[in-house]
């Protein structure tokens, strides 16, 4: 079992930034994927940002193309999303996920472990 842990999240003005982070217990040879989604409240879980590791192809919401970016450490088990420009409607629970290429979920990934989740707020 691989778990993922979430840290950087917290309260920021509109235009402001903040980087998230996320940490795997361990590194398995089938993650190939490494994402974020977030939750508003009483919405679905959405796709953010998707980082396929083995040629660094990344994917967004279009929502967020231009003013979030995601980033992996190769052999540290760990990505990050850098959100920059930050509006109120970015306000939501964030989580890191990771799986594997090739599915029919986010950015073609399967997704298969997910982490707790971290709170963003943006006030206007």
């Known amino acids: 079992q691989v778990q993922l842990v979430e840290s950087g999240g917290g309260s920021v003005q509109a235009g402001g930034s903040l980087r998230l982070s996320c940490a795997a217990s361990?590194?398995?040879?089938?993650?190939?994927?490494m994402g974020w989604f977030r939750q508003h409240a009483g919405k679905e879980r959405e796709g953010v940002a998707r980082?396929?590791?083995?040629?660094?192809?990344?994917d967004y919401a279009d929502s967020v193309k231009g003013r979030f970016t995601i980033s992996h450490e190769n052999g540290k088990n760990a990505w990050y999303l850098q959100m920059n420009s930050l509006k109120p409607e970015d306000t939501a629970m964030y989580y890191c996920?990771?799986?594997?290429?090739?599915?029919?979920?986010?950015?073609?990934?399967?997704?298969?472990?997910w982490g707790q989740g971290t709170q963003v707020t943006v006030s206007s």
């Open positions: 361990r590194h398995t040879y089938s993650i190939n994927c």
């Open positions: 996920a990771a799986g594997y290429y090739g599915g029919i979920g986010f950015g073609s990934c399967n997704f298969d472990y």
């Open positions: 980082v396929y590791t083995r040629s660094g192809n990344t």
